[in-house]
T-cell receptor, first 112, second 112 residues
């Protein structure tokens, strides 16, 4: 158990819908990262937050957004969902940068 | 484009064999990570390296900064080592941005 929690574990929804994925980092970790893993693209970095502030953006689509709250949990919002958004979404956290990143169990999103 | 290359893509070995997985990257990094992913999806961080060598149990990771190359070794391999091993790097950048760029992974199967 990494200490990083993600909810929900599974999510099935329809094209065009909007969903929110939630992540709670390990106690004391200030950095939160979101990653997407799909069969065709592999693992990709989406976005990083540090202590509530956006620190870096990767291959995040404009239809996706994220935020980190004062209690350090983070949410990833995916809107206007397409079939190609079906993937595993991982959250990771670390105490600072660069540092070991601890991964949550992931949320499996299926868009039908 | 900043890239991470891993080899081999697939590796099948007999129990007890010495395993080597290689990773090369294109430009300067702040850190290199070796990750393990089991069927079922969870990602575990094995090592984070910025120089030299680290050892944990039967696992050894090395990095050569000048050659832009890292290796992960498994000694006395066991069927429970069967997993996907992923090399990932955080590139040198300002402001503490360290979202990871991932290799495609090495699918390792250890047969009894």
């Amino acid at each position: 158990d990494s200490g990083v929690t993600q909810t929900p574990k599974h999510l099935i929804t329809a094209t065009g819908q909007r969903v929110t994925l939630r992540c709670s980092p390990r106690s004391g970790d200030l950095s939160v990262y979101w990653y997407q893993q799909s069969l065709d693209q592999g693992l990709q970095f989406l976005i990083q937050y540090y202590n509530g502030e956006e620190r870096a953006k990767g291959n995040i689509l404009e239809r996706f957004s994220a935020q980190q709250f004062p209690d350090l949990h983070s949410e990833l919002n995916l809107s206007s969902l397409e079939l190609g958004d079906s993937a595993l979404y991982f959250c990771a956290s670390s105490v600072g940068t660069p540092n070991t990143q601890y991964f949550g169990p992931g949320t499996r999103l299926t868009v039908l | 484009k900043n890239e991470v290359e891993q080899s081999p893509q697939n590796l099948t070995a007999q129990e007890g064999e010495f395993i080597t997985i290689n990773c090369s990257y294109s430009v300067g990094i702040s850190a290199l990570h070796w990750l393990q992913q089991h069927p079922g999806g969870g990602i575990v961080s094995l090592f984070m390296l910025s120089s030299g060598k680290k050892k944990h149990g039967r696992l050894i990771a090395t990095i050569n900064i000048q050659e832009k190359h890292s290796s992960l070794h498994i000694t006395a391999s066991h069927p429970r080592d069967s997993a996907v091993y992923i090399c990932a790097v955080s590139w040198v950048s300002g402001g503490g941005a360290d979202g990871l760029t991932f290799g495609k992974g090495t699918h390792l199967i250890i047969q009894p």
